[in-house]
């Protein structure tokens, strides 16, 4: 399945699951949001409500309003090679908070205090049920579902020393959609690919393989210091073509499109924008 959250034609925030290029309400039987609705027995056993027509809605994050948004940096070894770094002992992980947020369609913000906004096009997962102390053999058990994360970056702010979290958190700086999907709807999670294109040219290809600490892993090492809610969204790195570490570097602009695709979990799209 494919679950979507999105605006009504009337304003009102809902969530539903994608039905061809139609979108069925299910925001009545759970009530709230999509996050309530996995914290509360999960997605099963929905009920239908109202048909729209996916072209006249306004897609929202899947998740709009994660509890926690973890994110690891330098998990794939061509990122760490051309960002000259070695490769840690463990996941290197930081925060991103929600207003940060974009949806697929959606435009990121470069800010008016710096022009070095890079993309990262990233795997975004989707916490289904609380992940505590959970071994890795048992960490897919807690996965909802899986997305598609543009993990944009203002370079200059994110070395203002060692912590990543500046340039990480300007507002409308991570794209994050277009659905929820299930892992069902996935043959096979790690040949999928993590492309990146920018204006049409293709900036970053890997297989989600190459990762140095695999799904299962970032669950068992952040479940181990903090509980994953039904909810949260663990954003799990990105591959190399980054454009800060291209000579010259390229950064996002003002009229930019940034596109991300994950194979079978789809394309994420956003514009680029100058901060008003």
């Known amino acids: ?129 609380t992940a505590r102390h959970v071994a890795r053999a048992d960490a897919m058990a807690h996965v909802a579902g899986f997305s598609v994360f543009n993990d944009a970056s203002v370079r200059d702010w994110q070395r203002h020393s060692g912590q990543f979290t500046p340039g990480k958190n300007f507002p409308a700086t991570g794209g994050f959609g277009p659905a929820l999907v299930t892992p069902d709807e996935i043959e096979d999670l790690a040949a999928q690919r993590v492309q990146t294109r920018l204006n049409g040219a293709l900036m970053q290809d890997q297989p989600i393989s190459d990762m140095l600490w695999p799904v299962a892993e970032l669950i068992e090492y952040v479940s181990a210091f903090t509980a994953l809610e039904p909810g949260d969204v663990l954003v799990t790195g990105t591959p190399g073509g980054v454009g800060d570490a291209r000579k010259p570097p390229v950064y996002l602009q003002p009229g930019d499109v940034c596109e991300v695709s994950i194979g079978e979990i789809g394309t994420l799209r956003n514009t680029v924008v100058a901060e008003k």
């Open 1 to 129: 399945m494919r679950y979507v959250s999105f605006l009504r034609p009337d304003g009102t925030a809902s969530f539903g699951r994608l039905d061809g290029d139609r979108v069925v309400d299910l925001r009545e039987s759970k009530g709230g949001t999509l996050r309530a609705a996995l914290a509360n027995q999960g997605l099963a056993g929905l009920a239908d409500g109202a048909t729209f027509a996916l072209a006249e809605l306004a897609l929202l994050p899947p998740i709009p309003d994660p509890g926690k948004i973890a994110c690891v940096g330098l998990n794939y070894a061509s990122h760490l090679s051309e960002m000259g770094n070695q490769r840690p002992d463990h996941p290197t992980v930081f925060t991103r908070w929600t207003d940060t947020l974009v949806p697929h369609g959606g435009a990121l913000v470069r800010p008016e205090n710096s022009e070095r906004l890079d993309y990262e096009g990233e795997l975004a997962v989707v916490i289904g049920r």
